[in-house]
């Protein structure tokens, strides 16, 4: 919440005790701005939220409370009632512009917040296989996942960001065995590549860094043992393509868990979660195989946990894998997985439930599809490799900053289309070129030779301009919309807030003459809000993982 905002909060809250002999709920006082500037600077509701605990009409209601609220909120310039009982508000000037200095003071720490008040949440996302490149949809992912970490971690949240690699089960062995036909193909024997494996490049480079690095060993070795070394190699080999990826892409993770951890090093953990399970009755046999009861606590229907073969299922490791991060002390698991997890979503919850975590422990939000589009047609394909975009191509044709702003300006559960037309213009209807042209503006305009240096004043009180005022409440509401953002995991907010400065700035830029020879004491006082302006839209491009340029 802003501190104009909680402000205001305070006074409607004691002007309900005085006037009503009540004690308000928290969640009952709000203060937002108004679409409509022409209704004030801020507005609340709660003279609706009154009336049915009040048997009055809110209008009735809201006019008995303006005398309080003008007593309790000096700040305010006027109080008054519109509509069926809203209560808007118009702040003064200088009540308005001491956000300046609050600014000025937090620096790169303005924005955060402790509204999280430190609730241990771990956030997995990206998590793909290490069996190939990251490509365009794993882009999506990466970027919300990275942005919403960031937003939690301002947020006070005590935030874990976590890769669960997907190394174990039949699609690693099948890597392995398309290593091996690419190792023989390299010194000129035969070799025939697995149906179900992998044909791409990166399976031939790394075939190639093998033959190299040991010579033709493995063509005679026992086969069990060569087989593990190409297993091994394969996901040592391709983790490190997509770590190299996601660093370009401005992505990290604190921790990387593998699915092998499960079978190899701690296979007692899944036996630990059968045995519970069966232990409650959750389990029973049936063809031989191992059912879950998944039904009894809402599953369409009950899941195998182990095949007749004796081989695990996908939701059996995965189940004790979520149980660890419980077991770690995170009170709220958060995992990012593609829409075709939907069916997923349920059968983990129901899992985690049967085993008694509290309902809600886990959430999941899933990814939907992406178009790369250019032209106005939809690209699939690259144009270099003929295979499927990758993350590296894409940051190498558009930009880090581009891509990263156009799939977090999305809501993630929705379809999107990329336009790489667009995202690679360097124009004003390119929105991250805009973003970041404002903040360049704003540090020429400090910098610019001539200008005179800024000295830090007690108060604003010579911004009066309408423009002036845009400004100054769009910077104060900064910690509550990160708040906000950070609470409904919605990074798309602080692009839309990013860009509402960006307009707010350039209007005020066009019409505002900021250096002004004949007018010190008001070029000081403007340079100070262009100071706080510039701060607190680069604190906001780093919650994206977006660059703040200087120069343009």
């Known amino acids: ?74 700040e305010a310039s006027s109080v008054t009632v519109a509509g069926a009982g809203f209560i808007n508000f118009v702040m003064s000037g200088s009540a308005l512009s001491g956000i300046i200095n609050t600014i000025l003071d937090a620096g790169d720490t303005y924005g955060k917040n402790t509204s999280g008040n430190g609730e241990k949440i771990l956030v997995e996302y990206v998590s793909a296989n290490p069996t190939g490149d990251l490509h365009c949809g794993h882009a999506r992912g990466a970027a919300w996942g990275d942005a919403v970490t960031r937003l939690l971690n301002a947020s006070g949240y005590d935030c874990l960001r976590e890769y669960y690699v997907n190394d174990a089960g039949n699609q690693i062995n099948m890597l392995a065995l398309s290593l091996i036909a690419r190792y023989r193909e390299y010194f000129g024997l035969s070799f025939e590549l697995p149906e179900d494996g992998y044909h791409g490049e990166d399976v031939k480079m790394i075939a190639r860094q093998i033959a190299e690095q040991d010579g033709d060993k493995w063509l005679d070795a026992d086969e069990e043992e060569r087989m593990e070394y190409f297993r091994n190699e394969g996901i040592e080999r391709e983790l490190e393509k997509i770590r190299r990826d996601l660093a370009l892409y401005r992505v990290e993770f604190d921790s990387w868990v593998h699915e092998r951890y499960f079978y190899e090093n701690n296979s007692a953990r899944i036996q630990a979660v059968l045995d519970q399970m069966t232990e409650k009755g959750l389990t029973y046999e049936q063809d031989d195989a191992l059912w879950f009861r998944s039904t009894q606590f809402g599953d369409d229907k009950d899941r195998v946990l182990k095949k007749s073969s004796g081989l695990l299922t996908y939701l059996t490791p995965d189940i004790a894998n979520h149980v660890y991060k419980l077991e770690r002390g995170y009170t709220k698991l958060v995992d990012l997985l593609g829409a075709d997890h939907h069916s997923y979503v349920k059968r983990m919850n129901c899992a985690l439930e049967a085993l008694g975590y509290p309902k809600g422990s886990l959430e999941v939000d899933l990814i939907q599809m992406v178009r790369m589009v250019e032209n106005g047609e939809e690209v699939k394909m690259s144009k270099r490799t003929g295979n499927a975009i990758t993350l590296r191509e894409l940051c190498e044709d558009v930009g880090v900053d581009a891509a990263r702003w156009f799939f977090v300006s999305k809501e993630v559960g929705t379809h999107m289309d990329f336009d790489m037309n667009l995202a690679r213009e360097k124009t004003n209807d390119n929105p991250v070129y805009y973003v970041q042209y404002a903040h360049a503006r704003m540090h020429n305009v400090l910098h610019k030779e001539g200008t005179p240096e800024f000295v830090k004043e007690e108060n604003y009180d010579l911004l009066n301009d309408p423009k002036e005022l845009a400004l100054l409440k769009q910077i104060s509401e900064f910690p509550k919309t990160v708040a906000d953002a950070a609470k409904i995991r919605q990074p798309n907010r602080i692009c839309g807030y990013c860009l509402q400065l960006a307009r707010d700035f350039h209007s005020f830029y066009n019409s505002c003459r900021v250096s002004d020879p004949e007018n010190p004491a008001l070029t000081n006082q403007r340079l100070g809000l262009v100071y706080a302006c510039m701060i607190t839209l680069k604190n906001a491009l780093e919650l994206i993982g977006v660059e703040a340029p200087e120069r343009m």
């Open 1 to 74: 919440m802003s501190d104009i905002s909680e402000k205001i909060v305070q006074a409607v809250s004691a002007s309900v005790r005085e006037a009503f002999d009540i004690e308000p709920e928290e969640k009952m006082v709000m203060a937002e701005r108004p679409r409509d500037p022409k209704m004030g600077d801020y507005s609340t509701n709660i003279a609706m939220r009154l009336a049915k605990t009040l048997h009055r009409k809110p209008a009735d209601i809201a006019a008995d409370l303006v005398p309080f609220i003008q007593k309790n909120l000096p």
